[in-house]
């Protein structure tokens, strides 16, 4: 298996994996405290934040963006070319959706439901700006100031106070977001309500982008190295 499809395999896992942690803890949540709104964010959001640090601390010497801005904003870094960057985003988005659908299954739902849960206006918008640029200041802020072996528990850790933060509750991935669509239950989100969301987010990058250019306008030796061996790819 060559590197290319390595890191595919492992942007498709870790990506399904994610988004079966988001959905099913959601729906598990849902069942256990029906009645209690905030118990429900509380649980998902613990599941989701610890699956997270598990996921990346497994796959990170293979690939462990498992978010298409966080590895557009790879390839703008130079940390990964173009056909490398196009290849991990499809896996990114072909596990999300096989996440959702066994998420949806071991519950006993229906495979593919699009969900009817509307998520609009500017306050959400904004949430989902703030939450994806907070996300990549996270992530490459960790990174860039050499310290790649406590990304993990930075971004489990962001994620989790962010479900909290954020008007939004921090959906902050185009390949999560997409996914969302498929699963009627409290994670989705209605296929119209997507676009917005993943135009938010892509702003989100965008700010991200350059405020990490700003504070680390140059690479320490040792984030340069964790870059070059492209452990987060």
């Not at 009645?35 to 934040?49: C, E, F, M, R, Y």
């Not at 870094?77 to 072909?94: C, E, H, K, S, W």
């Not at 310290?147 to 933060?165: K, N, P, Q």
């Amino acid at each position: 298996m060559s590197v290319l499809q390595r890191r595919a395999v492992a942007e498709f896992v870790g990506t399904a994996f994610l988004v079966m942690a988001a959905v099913g803890s959601g729906v598990m949540a849902s069942r256990l405290s029906p009645n209690d709104v905030g118990l429900q964010l509380l649980q998902s959001s613990i599941a989701t934040g610890a699956a997270l640090v598990a996921l990346i601390l497994a796959l990170q010497p293979v690939s462990a963006s498992f978010n298409p801005i966080v590895t557009l904003v790879e390839r703008a870094l130079g940390m990964v070319d173009t056909r490398t960057a196009m290849g991990m985003i499809a896996a990114q988005f072909a596990g999300g959706l096989a996440g959702a659908i066994l998420a949806n299954l071991m519950f006993g739902l229906d495979a593919v439901a699009l969900s009817s849960h509307e998520r609009a206006g500017t306050g959400l918008w904004l949430g989902e700006i703030v939450a994806t640029a907070g996300l990549l200041l996270i992530v490459f802020g960790t990174l860039r100031s050499g310290r790649t072996e406590r990304v993990a528990f930075a971004v489990g850790g962001y994620i989790t106070a962010a479900y909290w933060f954020t008007s939004s509750t921090s959906f902050a991935n185009p390949a999560v977001t997409v996914a969302r669509t498929i699963t009627d239950t409290v994670a989705g989100i209605a296929p119209a309500s997507a676009p917005a969301f993943i135009l938010a987010q892509l702003l989100g990058g965008a700010a991200g982008f350059f405020l990490i250019r700003a504070l680390y306008p140059a690479v320490p030796a040792l984030a340069a190295d964790a870059a070059d061996r492209k452990v987060l790819s």
